[in-house]
């Protein structure tokens, strides 16, 4: 895979369905890979919180996610090929995992949403094999359990939908105990396909503006999120645009 750095961090540079075929196939392979997903809200947080800025130094892929980041390495002077996002890159997973018989885990979210979603995509995707589901709401005292399950489930993907960054912090403290070979942190991934939540209209996603769309359906909970986070995102990467393109690469957070 073709690599940039943005903010110190190392973002694979790939289009959507190339990531899928390289995710599913290292599954099938039981390479260990935890992955993640950077929008500007992940910046924003990593700025913030340096637990959470050391796991994504230790993620095995980051994936850019969004209009953000894709403004952000044209300020650097690089092209993001793709907007490799958790939301879009979920249904070509499964997809390619039902073809390859690849076994999934849904982990996070309300209950009954990953059951939902799962439904849904089994409906759509023919021989797709979901073998382990279980929402985001267990006390901490439950997760020897919870990790218990996942391994004894044969899974060799795992969706972990717990926003950021509680999902990233959960895998990465996690990562040794799970046999999963695949982890995935995915945010509001299960919420979208289980229907849920509406996804914005696809002419809003392609003019990068589905976070307007999850802004008007949800305004008090992403008001800081995107009223004033987006903001903040755009003068952090145009502060170290004029350091030069290369500080807006290689200049941690």
Not at 94 to 101: I, L, T
Not at 166 to 180: N, S, T
């Amino acid at each position: 895979m073709d690599e940039i750095t943005l903010f110190g961090l190392k973002i694979q540079n790939v289009k959507l369905s190339d990531a899928s075929i390289r995710i599913v196939r290292e599954a099938n392979s039981s390479a260990r890979r935890k992955i993640y997903f950077v929008n500007a809200h992940c910046v924003n947080v990593a700025a913030m919180n340096a637990n959470y800025l050391s796991v994504l130094h230790d993620a095995d892929l980051l994936f850019a996610d969004g209009i953000g980041m894709r403004l952000a390495a044209r300020w650097a002077g690089l092209t993001i090929i793709d907007n490799v996002n958790g939301t879009d890159l979920f249904p070509v997973i499964c997809r390619d995992a039902a073809m390859a018989g690849v076994k999934i885990a849904l982990l996070g979210a309300r209950p009954g949403i990953a059951l939902r979603c799962a439904e849904n995509m089994k409906s759509q995707y023919s021989g797709l094999n979901i073998v382990w589901i279980h929402d985001g709401y267990f006390k901490p005292d439950r997760e020897a359990d919870i990790i218990a399950a996942i391994n004894d489930s044969g899974a060799q993907i795992l969706f972990v939908a717990m926003g950021v960054p509680m999902q990233e912090l959960w895998v990465d403290r996690h990562a040794d105990g799970l046999k999963v070979p695949i982890l995935l942190g995915v945010g509001a991934l299960f919420d979208f396909y289980s229907g849920a939540v509406p996804r914005a209209p696809l002419w809003m996603r392609q003019w990068g503006l589905e976070w307007l769309y999850r802004l008007m359906l949800e305004p008090k909970r992403l008001f800081r999120r995107y009223v004033l986070g987006n903001p903040k995102f755009i003068f952090r990467a145009l502060g170290r645009r004029l350091m030069g393109k290369e500080a807006l690469q290689k200049k941690p957070l």
